[in-house]
């Protein structure tokens, strides 16, 4: 064994050409002498699962929001007895968290009360509150679509004056910026409204699970909780069904073998049927491609809405499939038909308190696992998604007052500094004087672009400080499935001398499958996934739908069982070994692959 | 009817109704096929077989001459006539048709097997257990027990045939004279069915459990596996390889392979089974493949099932026979430890839902590497 702690945080060098990266970064992000002491006794790793790339300055406000909306959900709403949130911290560029435990046994024994009750009602009129929250989702969606942006006028409208307003365009844009930055706020605090209630219960049915049948299969106790038709597969359904619609109609050579979506649509144009296939397009697009190839953590991550080739091409692989005369239908009936044949027969074994109990806690996980897995779309895809378009909106405010050269070089800025470059901004206006930001910000942006690209260039350490005995935060468990196994790869503890493989990480999805390795670091090389292929990648997203039709199996860097790519791989039928640590870094394209889904082991051939 | 299936009949034909002509010995195996359950093949020479042995040239006859006038109470006499028609029917040539089948049965039987090659004398080496059966005609349930003989090692077709012989034979031992004089049984009314089975030559034995013995969740199927016969695993000579299976999701839910130092091979040629030191890379290998722990941990399930209740079986892989036909049950009883108590509530009868979330997330998880304690809970493996 080698050492037992990581790297201090405070000793971990800044990479040659990255000095001054701090002032990317609000203040509160960094690891100062002021906390240095809080700081050091902590043990933070790598998010590697939400925040993988750089952060860039503005997108710190994804993790900004669930740093406070998961911390105040469990500390301050719900009372969770034995946790408070997840801190925060950008070192060298990237993303580490750390949770909060409540060591005092004294002080956690006063919030079990509180808890229960809290919670309690939570998951009594959990039906009736889920059905609250996908209006209030829906509310906060429309909300931000309805945040108008515009450009600030030469001169007022004469309406100004006439209805006696008061107020200016320069008034609206800085309320409009406050608008939305508060609308990311609200949704991440619904997010947080049931996601760390949903993970309490599915983790003690899970624990319950493995006391009642010691060594059960993690995957097969998630099994008896899924198939439930989720949300975030209905975007793929949608490409499926238009699939389906282009081959009836007799318009899929037209879609099939033009990679062009601006192409195809003007081919399909000049038809009836063509038409009617648009129609139904359209019908598709709003709220299904309001999903992102990505996390949605990030303002470049591809959006089905912004860049139609993904979509396009999915419905092409499609229409070939059904060319060919195969299924594209997912088999849920059978993922239906499983989950209920498992939890009949482990419950055939019970009797008395545990029957009792196992159907309660089973019906309770079952209850909650809507939300666990529909959340997301709403959140990270169809919120975010219109976010930062918005966002590009005063880009584009920007790039019109000369501040930026490219609506995107905004988000090289942070929250605080966007909203000074838009007082700088309404300020000129006002004034009729210069604004200070063309002289400015260009330069500064080129200079963030270069240490950006340098910031990427470092391999971030899985993780700081000394691991904790203890953790007992849902989310740390569940999500990122931090474990003594991955703590322990992660310090470079390797697999057991002789073992028959090269990387271990989580069954996440059952299945053995030899096959070729394609590497794919972001959602943009996805295309280059050939049939058949193992897809190789930092973390998958549930958006790459298509793909998941497509690959044999799936290895990830990052992820637990309740990971998205554990749950589609799952529901495609596709093995997947998730949360290996290093597998984007051994694994080169084109290598020949043996996954084992059920082991979670993955041996590289040659 | 053929001659062939006239004189003999392969396991998985012999059906219930057919004790007569089988024997109990051969009907069970058939039966067990026929529920799915793979034992070591083989063929039964029927009663007919025997029957025309005797009414061939008039060996009835002989033999009811010879038995006239014996004395159950006189040891010595039974004695000599046990040896008087033992030799008569060893001595007389079988009836062609019946040679002939049984000649057939038997190279059915080597082609079974791949690993088994003609010798050069136009022979076949594989070993067989001939096992005499009696039946009475008119007494179905009359018991013999204790009167079958079995002999292990017979290889190639001449040994068969002898041996077939010795089986027939060993109906006129002075004690089943006796036996039958005793209890008023007419000698001519018995028949003698023979047994051949195919001798387990295992790559790879050992027993199972249809629960985990450790803890008695009936979730599981547990199994003890070494290389060679099961002996090894039986007697306790080595530590096996230990495998733990869910029956219910049939998914591997843990494997420890040991180092496995012995194990017993049967050795043909020398017709015996000799106990061997493994040096090579077997030693640490696991004795099983994840499918073959599978078809095992399925093959549990059905005869747990057909029992209803949980078993106890004795297996083997079979080194001579192709997959899926080479995984042989041995032997089943009931489980006997856990099946007879109630099982052990986990529960604490006053808990509910809510009281389990909050003790969940009291506990945690233990993370400190290295950690002897270390509680793997939530999304750990």
């Known amino acids: 064994m080698t050492d037992t702690r990581f790297p201090n945080p405070f000793d971990v060098p800044t990479p040659e050409g990255c000095e001054g990266w701090e002032d990317l970064y609000p203040y509160y992000y960094l690891f100062s002498e002021e906390r240095r002491e809080l700081e050091e006794s902590k043990f933070w790793f790598f998010d590697g699962m939400h925040h993988p790339e750089v952060l860039y300055p503005f997108d710190t406000i994804t993790s900004e929001s669930w740093w406070v909306a998961l911390g105040e959900m469990n500390s301050r709403v719900y009372i969770v007895p034995p946790a408070l949130g997840i801190d925060h911290r950008v070192l060298n560029g990237r993303l580490y968290i750390s949770a909060n435990a409540i060591t005092d046994e004294a002080v956690v024994g006063a919030r079990v009360a509180h808890f229960m009750e809290r919670a309690g009602y939570y998951y009594e009129h959990w039906d009736e509150l889920y059905a609250k929250w996908q209006d209030k989702a829906r509310e906060t969606i429309e909300e931000l679509k309805a945040v108008e942006i515009k450009p600030l006028p030469e001169m007022e409208d004469i309406e100004v004056v006439h209805s006696g307003r008061g107020l200016t365009s320069a008034y609206d844009l800085l309320v409009a910026y406050n608008r939305v930055v508060e609308n990311m706020h609200k949704i991440w605090h619904l997010h947080f409204e049931f996601l760390n209630l949903g993970y309490a219960a599915y983790l003690t049915y899970f624990g319950f699970c493995k006391q009642l049948f010691p060594d059960i299969p993690d995957q097969v106790v998630a099994q008896m909780v899924a198939g439930i038709d989720v949300l975030l597969f209905r975007p793929d359904a949608e490409l499926k069904k238009l699939a389906k619609k282009a081959v009836e109609l007799g318009v899929g050579d037209a879609i099939r073998d033009e990679p062009d979506p601006d192409a195809v649509i003007s081919v399909l144009e000049q038809s009836d049927a063509g038409q009617r296939w648009i129609a139904e397009l359209e019908k598709a697009k709003d709220p299904w491609f309001y999903f992102s190839t990505g996390s949605g953590f990030y303002h470049h991550h591809k959006t089905w809405i912004n860049d139609q080739t993904f979509p396009f091409s999915g419905i092409a692989d499609y229409i070939r499939k059904i060319e060919a005369g195969e299924s594209i239908e997912r088999p849920l009936d059978d993922v239906i038909a499983e989950r209920d044949r498992l939890s009949t027969e482990y419950a055939s074994l019970l009797d008395g308190d545990d029957l009792k109990n196992f159907n309660e806690q089973l019906g309770l996980a079952r209850t909650v696992f809507p939300f666990i897995e529909d959340h997301n779309f709403y959140v990270e895809h169809w919120h975010h998604a219109v976010f930062w378009n918005k966002m590009r909106e005063f880009g584009q405010i920007f790039v019109d007052a000369g501040f930026f050269e490219e609506v995107d070089d905004m988000f090289y800025l942070h929250r605080f500094e966007v909203e000074a470059a838009l007082y700088d901004l309404i300020a000129s206006w006002g004034v009729g004087t210069a604004a200070r930001g063309p002289g400015y910000w260009p330069k500064e942006v080129a200079r963030r672009k270069v240490l950006f690209a340098k910031l990427a260039e470092w391999q971030p350490l899985p993780a700081l400080g000394e691991p904790p005995e203890v953790v007992t935060e849902p989310f740390t468990i569940m999500l990122w499935g931090i474990t003594t196994d991955s703590i322990q790869n992660w310090l470079g503890i390797d697999a057991a001398e002789g073992a028959d493989y090269d990387l271990s990480g989580f069954a996440g999805s059952p299945g053995t499958v030899e096959g070729v390795a394609r590497v794919i670091l972001n959602a943009d090389e996805l295309s280059d996934v050939q049939e058949g292929e193992i897809l190789v990648c930092p973390i998958t997203n549930p958006s790459w739908g298509p793909v998941f039709s497509k690959i044999a199996a799936a290895v990830t860097d990052i992820g637990g069982m309740m990971s998205h790519a554990s749950i589609v791989c799952r529901e495609y039928g596709v093995p997947a070994v998730v949360g290996t640590g290093f597998a984007t870094q051994r694994i080169k394209t084109g290598q020949r692959l043996l996954v084992n889904g059920a082991e979670g082991t993955v041996k590289i051939l040659e | ?381």
């Open chain 2, 1 to 381: 009817m053929t001659a062939d299936s006239r004189f003999i009949l392969k396991f998985e034909d012999c059906h219930d109704d057919c004790v007569a002509l089988v024997g109990g010995k051969s009907t069970g195996l058939g039966s067990m096929i026929r529920a799915g359950v793979p034992v070591p093949p083989g063929f039964s020479v029927t009663t007919h077989a025997y029957r025309a042995m005797l009414g061939d040239g008039g060996l009835e006859r002989e033999i009811a001459e010879i038995l006239e006038g014996a004395d159950s109470d006189d040891v010595d006499g039974l004695d000599a006539i046990s040896e008087k028609i033992g030799s008569r029917i060893i001595d007389r040539p079988m009836p062609p048709e019946v040679e002939t089948a049984i000649r057939a049965g038997y190279k059915d039987l080597v082609s079974l097997c791949s690993g088994r090659h003609e010798s050069g004398t136009g022979d076949y080496d594989l070993p067989v257990a001939v096992r005499s059966s009696a039946t009475a005609e008119d007494l179905p349930n009359a018991s013999f027990a204790g009167q079958q003989d079995t002999f292990l090692w017979v290889v190639g077709i001449e040994d068969v045939l002898t041996h077939v012989k010795r089986c027939w034979a060993s109906l006129y031992t002075a004690r089943a004279i006796a036996y039958r004089m005793e209890r008023g049984y007419a000698h001519e009314k018995v028949y003698m069915s023979v047994c051949i089975q195919k001798m387990v030559n295992a790559r790879s034995a050992g027993v199972m459990f249809t629960l985990n013995p450790i803890n008695g969740d009936r979730s599981k199927v547990a199994i003890d596996a070494s290389w060679g016969l099961g002996e090894s695993v039986a007697s306790g000579e080595v530590t096996p390889d230990n495998y733990l299976v869910d029956k219910i999701a049939m998914k591997i839910a843990r494997k420890t392979v040991s180092s496995k130092a012995i194990e017993y091979r049967a050795i043909p040629s020398e017709r015996r089974v000799a106990l061997i030191e493994i040096t090579d890379e077997r030693r640490e290998a696991p004795c099983l493949s994840d499918d073959e722990i599978l078809v095992l941990s399925r093959l549990a399930r059905n005869v747990e099932a057909h029992h209803q209740r949980p078993q106890d079986l004795e297996w083997a892989i079979d080194a001579d026979l192709e997959p899926p036909n080479n995984v042989l049950l041995l032997q089943s009883r009931p489980e006997t430890v856990w099946s007879d108590q109630d099982r052990t509530q986990v529960s604490e009868a006053s808990n509910s839902t809510m009281d389990y979330i909050v003790a969940n997330l009291l506990t945690g998880v233990r993370l400190r590497p290295g950690d002897p304690e270390s509680a793997e809970r939530g999304g750990v493996r």
